[in-house]
């Protein structure tokens, strides 16, 4: 199963990143896992939040096939434990689903469009933290559930 992170605009801030590469370097010992940005041009932020999302909306379907899984995250998606998030992949996995697409959207979300695409909303926390630093946690919540899956040490229960 190869998984995509697809995300808006690059990350801005150095530490975020580097602590992405950490998790996407370990990554590679479990999965097919790639990271794609999109990226919106300056014009379209200039334009009203409900048409950013329309603009970004249709660059993202442009990234998704028919036959992609699509799991958003989302702040009023389903939040799981690591352990439960493991077991997700693991369904996925065994389900035997191709790809397996997941999406950091912009700053003011997502449009209806996207809504009705996904399969599935991920909700990471309760609380609202940066879409920035959402990249961050994810890929290491990712890297987590593999290594659950694999019985390692690095998850502690």
């Known amino acids: 199963m190869k998984i995509l992170l697809l995300q808006i605009d690059k990350t801005q801030d150095s530490y975020l990143t580097e602590g992405i590469d950490v998790y996407t370097k370990r990554l590679k010992n479990y999965c097919s896992f790639e990271i794609t940005t999109i990226n919106v041009p300056k014009t379209i932020r200039q334009r009203t939040q409900n048409e950013q999302k329309q603009e ?90 593999f290594t659950i899956l694999k019985g390692e040490k690095y998850h502690h229960v």
């Open 56 to 145: 970004e909306a249709k660059l993202i379907m442009g990234h998704i096939s028919q036959d992609d899984f699509l799991i958003i995250l989302d702040e009023k998606g389903k939040e799981y434990t690591s352990v439960d998030f493991s077991a997700v992949i693991a369904q996925k996995q065994n389900a035997s689903v191709k790809r397996l697409v997941f999406l950091i959207g912009g700053p003011f979300g997502f449009s209806e469009v996207i809504y009705k695409r996904a399969n599935l909303k991920l909700s990471l926390s309760q609380m609202t933290f940066s879409h920035q630093m959402v990249r961050l946690f994810f890929v290491e919540q990712l890297y987590r559930a």
